[in-house]
């Protein structure tokens, strides 16, 4: 089954246990630091990224693809 970008995460079944997991998951992944709810604000994957494109420096998100 394909995800669809556009729609709501909540969708998928993920609950807030999930939500803090996934946070710190990308928090951890790209030395990024941001509040714990933004995918409360952020609801579908679309937003989720558009949030990350205007928010973070593309440096950050070079040094991190170079890295690995």
Do not use: P, R
């Not at 729609?7 to 710190?24: A, L, T």
């Not at 951890?28 to 989720?48: G, P, R, V």
């Amino acid at each position: 089954e394909e995800i669809d970008t556009a729609g709501n995460i909540m969708d998928y079944g993920i609950d807030s246990i999930n939500i803090v997991s996934i946070i710190k998951s990308i928090q951890k992944t790209f030395e990024i630091d941001f509040n714990s709810t933004l995918l409360f604000q952020y609801q579908t994957i679309d937003a989720l990224a558009e949030y990350f494109i205007q928010n973070f420096t593309k440096n950050k998100w070079i040094e991190y693809v170079e890295s690995n």
